[in-house]
């Protein structure tokens, strides 16, 4: 399978501790973005990579969110000292620059966080 | 800023019925425009795209869309569904600004086929 994969796909953690999330994104892609899911919600953007910089943080992105993709390749995105209300599924996706085709974004299934 | 409201967030049909989505953006500036469907357990995928063009778009499984300027619309609409189209749909726009990447979506819309 080719597509964008995040690992895990689930993560359940106390209030508190710190967590990590790894999204590897189609091989040829320079771009990379990071979205976050609330229930009964659509996507909301956090961030985005193009190669190895980081572009654009959104203000969604506390002090307590960090994201990395330290070669241009796979990403993490790391959240400290978790809270409830990060409960949320944190969607990857990726692109490659391409106007003709808008520089389509595909998606992968997501990391499901639960904050106890 | 960019917004985008998904007017209903569940619509109920019956198979082989008619069925529209509605989708309306605001932006200050020129977008381009998407529907994004999510299966049960599964990734958002690319449903359809408005870039440029004609501003009616289609889908290979029938879905089309169109991209009304003046009333800053882009509907879902497909003339007959299948069980197999039960999903949540996700429509989302982008600016055409150099170096502009975020996608801005709206609420999503639950659609549910009944037998």
């Known amino acids: 399978d080719t597509g964008v994969s995040q690992d895990p796909r689930h993560k359940i953690t106390k209030r508190g501790q710190n967590v990590t999330f790894r999204c590897d994104p189609i091989s040829e892609h320079n771009r990379l973005y990071w979205y976050r899911q609330t229930l009964g919600q659509g996507p909301e953007f956090l961030t985005y990579?193009?190669?190895?910089?980081?572009?654009?943080k959104s203000r969604l992105l506390s002090d307590r969110f960090s994201a990395e993709r330290p070669k241009g390749s796979f990403s993490t995105l790391e959240i400290q000292r978790t809270e409830q209300g990060d409960s949320a599924m944190y969607l990857c996706a990726s692109s490659l620059w391409d106007r003709d085709r808008g520089n389509e974004q595909f998606f992968g299934p997501g990391t499901r966080l639960t904050v106890l | 800023a960019q917004s985008v409201t998904q007017l209903d967030s569940q619509v109920p049909v019956f198979e082989e019925a008619p069925v529209e989505l509605r989708c309306n953006y605001s932006?200050?500036?020129?977008?381009?425009l998407f529907w994004y469907v999510q299966y049960p357990n599964q990734g958002l995928q690319l449903l359809l795209k408005y870039l440029s063009g004609s501003t009616l778009v289609e889908s290979i499984n029938g879905f089309e869309a169109e991209f009304n300027k003046s009333q800053t619309s882009f509907h879902l609409r497909k003339p007959s569904v299948h069980i197999s189209d039960t999903a949540e749909y996700f429509c989302?726009?982008?600016?055409?600004?150099?170096?502009?990447?975020?996608?801005?979506f709206g609420q999503g819309t639950r659609l549910t086929i009944n037998p």
């Open positions: 932006s200050s500036v020129s977008v381009y």
């Open positions: 990579f193009q190669n190895e910089a980081q572009l654009e």
């Open positions: 989302a726009v982008r600016t055409i600004i150099q170096g502009a990447q975020k996608l801005v």
